[in-house]
């Protein structure tokens, strides 16, 4: 465990300088292809180059390709290796396949602008190779329950084919969140820098402090490359960036958490870290599901003048909108979380529903790098607090 | 195996249909994303979408990954099944990742232009994923020896490390040799089905008449839907051609039957399949290699007037070449391979050495269609003989 520990280690470590030194090469050859973007929260127009998850992405699979011998060749451990089974070994190479279908995706999306259909279909396909491993290896479909429903029903039920409807959809999820929760300097890449620590972190007490280690090892060793050459790729989206990361690398991050969470067993741990994904996923709902109009962008709003950032609204008239959306929009109204005026012709501007958005409502203009920060910090709290909800609480209900 | 087959033979159908009904609507969406080519064997100047590789690519690994569970679920086989164990399974898994890289890979050339030491590369890495499987698996690098060599040497012998790099150059060698013998409507796409369809006869042929027949089994439910989603796209790309297939079909394709050859443990068999290209290699190796100068399109010459194809020239003077050079132009002289002029200041104009260009040669000028299916029908031939080769004649030196 130690010497593949250590070997993973070293490969993400090489991993990294390869990824730094080779996203300012491929600037210009990206460019000349016709594949960047102009940058909405500047006044510059520069071309920044787009899509360079699939940089990240392939040094990534490159770097776990040559780190399979380690645990799993016969160099290192005379007869079949104890820490791990065959079933590990399907497991990554699964893996690694839904990681790199979804990258194909993704990047086939930057390139060709797939429909909205689409984002939700691509992931399920991804992660079919994942799903058929597990189908044919495991097929293990049951869920413990919470202590306090022990007396009235089992401790465990076995819920068949909606288990894979579950794994499906957790793929599904966590690719659009870390998507949805975008559109400032940074952000996809700084908030999945936070998880994939998180997720590290969760593997290395599991492993220190529990018996079925396997599982979190596996998870360890998918994590720290696509750690390494994420906070690489983080050097140069950061404010101000210099290149785009595109929707694939936030298929690919989402994948790669979701495989990691299905095959270690902890999808409902994972989940606790994607809690600002799940607050932002919640408060959008109404305009992911057109129940309140949602304009193309949802990005703050840039002003030349003072360089800051101030929400952007979205507008409609109350007796448009359908039943549910004049719920939405009263309940939202209710609870003050959102910002509105109605003009005379009774024409209401509210703020387009993001998180982003409802952060710079209690800030005030605020500057994107700081913004940005904010969020990021946000999330830190977010993984206190998952940590929290995981130990002492989960103690407390599954025992 | 038998209700396995009809279930690979059924979803290859579906394969099949679904591409068909999807290429015409996926053209204008490559259109507007910039990714296209002008046909210069024509003179309408029309935009065909290119990179249509990634399309059947994508639907020939969803195929795949929807197979998985017929002959490797516990459904239809109470108990592990009697025809695959464990390590077939793991090896389909493999080969899934290695084409999945290598379709990525070479839509990733399509789209940004990859440089040609590229090109040598992706395939290398695209095959690490198999290759660290084979080494994780089997580790077994003997091969047999001719009976001619058993009395000086034994029946076998153990090449290590160097037959990983015959797995890795087998891979590369593929994906390059189709792609190399290109540039007429539906040549990349007609001689890939020949080659997959000489591969499923072949693995008929095994499967029927020898013992060992998993590897087959595993080779034939690989290259059916291969097939499959092949057969449709040749109805749109051949002449005349309504969509390109871009360097990632050629790619792919290279790498399915690199992959089928190394599992099914048939690369020299494949290799025999391969003679067309194999020839067209050593043909262009004086301009692969730049002993004889090698222009940057080596496509025949269309001349609109009469709408036929001619070869086309590279130009040099013969005391320019370096000796090689001279070596390589005198060879192909004495054995009449070349058509060449020679100017009154010694420029010398000598047709391009391509497989194409050859044909040319002989045929005088001629339609591109009816070159085309010249050079297919060639192919065929080419893989008869391999067939005669493969059975009589191999059996007389292995017994």
Redesign the interface.
Known sequence: MLISFICNVLISSIAYSITRKLIPNLKE??I????YGIDLNKDNGIKVPEAFG?VTG?IF??SL??F??IP???IFFERRSDDFS?NE??EL??A??SI??M???G??DD???LKWRHKLLLPT?AS??LL??Y??NF?STTIMLPKILHECFTTSINIGFLYYVYMGSLAVFCTNAINILAGINGLEVGQSLIIAISVIVFNLLQIFGDSVSEKHQLSLYIMCPYLATTLALWEFNKYPSTVFVGDTFNYLSGMTFAVVGILGHFSKTLLLFFIPQILNFLYSTPQLFHFIPCPRHRLPKFDPKTGLLNYSKTSFKLEDLSILGRICFNILKTLRLIKYEVTKDNVIYCNNLTLINFFILFTGPIHENKLNNLILCFQVACSLVAFMIRYPLAHYFYG
Chains 1, 2 share one sequence.
């Not at 000349?32 to 594949?35: D, E, G, L, P, V």
Request: hydrophobic share 65%; aromatic share 14%; net charge positive.
């Open positions: 050859m990206f000349k292809s016709n594949i699939v392939c699979l490159i390709f040559l399979i011998p799993f060749g016969h065959n070994f399907v190479i699964s690694l396949l790199c279908c990258i194909l995706l990047f086939a390139v060709l602008n396909i079919l190779p058929m491993v189908y044919v097929n």
